[in-house]
């Protein structure tokens, strides 16, 4: 196939065209100056790296009602709350169905990756890996153990099977966990993430100190509190949706204007869908809404590019012969990529490449 129109990647949007073979890029150059002499089947759009889901509960799609309305610490954090009171309700078969469908929907809509914190200790991990099997998702399982004070064997077996550790927030543990979770995941090669002033602000000593690879909300994060973030170098993981619903939205335009690392989630898989396209057009209009917008481009490497180098591949997000990127064809306009590309992906604009691309997909 030979797509002519634009690329969005790493290296930003430009006009191009990129000849695709069997879903692998061969070739890119100029639009207008490619050799295939109209012998290739042509279409016009825009040539994107699979987005990243940077931040989701899978387990959480075990839920198919209307989670009750209430602080979000009631309902998805407490012990007791409904979240957790479901996850021990339902059986591990629920789970893994509820898992594998949330993922198969997510592959549909050409998700390459999606980092997941995995509850439920090192079974939550192995249910998540089983449910994943053959879905084309690469999951990055952030795990998370159960014995509190922290039990190190608990730990390291978490830690075996995972690929970091996600915690529920600094307020909600000890000093003692987070200096033990953080010290055996940097042991270990492995990742530490932590919920952040979500609901209420939390000070930056409290949740940097722990040296986390990445930070989750930052809704309630002052200006300065965001300098700081950006200062120790700590990806922020976003989600305007889920905070959407609690009242309250990231400050998204300050993290634009000082330049923090910024990665797009949808967070809690009983509050919405999956879905990093309609993450992303929320996003750019609660943006809008607030009087404090921010640019396309900003949005677009948040679900594009910037995961892929948390993840540790950084080839994925460049469109060109020889990386590892796995392109997706939007079919889209290719006058204002980014633009077009946030506000108006949906899955039905995604051309197949072939159906050795959905079945073949690591
Ligand atoms: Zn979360």
């Not at 790296?49 to 009631?74: K, M, Y």
């Not at 973030?229 to 993290?255: E, I, K």
């Amino acid at each position: 196939m030979l797509v002519e129109g634009a690329i969005l990647d790493a290296s930003g949007p430009r006009r191009a065209y990129v000849l695709l073979r069997r879903g692998r890029i061969v070739e890119v150059g100029t639009p207008g100056t490619d050799p295939t002499r109209g012998r290739v089947p042509k279409v016009r759009g825009i040539v994107v790296p699979s987005p990243v889901n940077s931040h989701v509960h899978l387990g959480d799609a075990v839920s198919t009602r209307e989670p009750p309305a209430g602080p979000v610490a009631q309902i998805v954090a407490h012990r007791d709350g409904y979240k957790f009171r479901l996850l021990r309700e339902s059986t591990a078969a629920q789970k893994r169905s509820a898992m594998r469908a949330a993922l198969l929907r997510m592959a549909r809509e050409g998700i390459g990756a999606a980092i997941d914190f995995r509850e439920e200790g090192r079974a939550g991990v192995e249910l998540l890996r089983d449910a994943s099997r053959g879905t084309g998702v690469r999951v990055v399982a952030l795990g998370r153990p159960l014995a509190r004070p922290i039990d190190r064997d608990e730990l390291r077996s978490v830690l075996r099977v995972a690929d970091g550790i996600g915690l529920s927030s600094a307020r909600d543990e000890t000093d003692g966990t987070l200096a033990a979770v953080s010290r055996a995941c940097r042991a270990s090669g492995k990742r530490f993430a932590l919920h952040a002033s979500e609901a209420v602000r939390e000070s930056p000593d409290e949740y940097l100190s722990a040296r986390p690879d990445l930070l989750v909300h930052l809704a309630k994060a002052t200006p300065d509190d965001l300098t700081a973030v950006r200062d120790a170098r700590v990806p922020v993981a976003v989600c305007p949706r889920s905070n959407a619903l609690f009242g309250r939205q990231p400050d998204l335009r300050t993290m634009e204007r000082l330049g923090l690392c910024v990665l797009l989630g949808t967070d809690n898989a009983m509050f919405q869908a999956p879905s990093i396209w309609h993450e992303l057009e929320f996003a750019y209009a609660a943006t809008r809404l607030r009087g404090r917008p921010v640019s396309p481009e900003f949005l677009a490497r948040a679900a594009l590019v910037d995961p892929w180098r948390w993840i540790g591949e950084p080839g994925a997000a460049e469109i060109a012969p020889g990386t590892s990127a796995r392109p997706l064809v939007l079919r889209l306009p290719p006058d204002a990529p980014a633009y077009q590309v946030v506000t108006r992906t949906t899955e039905h604009l995604i051309a197949r490449l072939g159906p050795k691309r959905a079945a073949g997909r690591r």
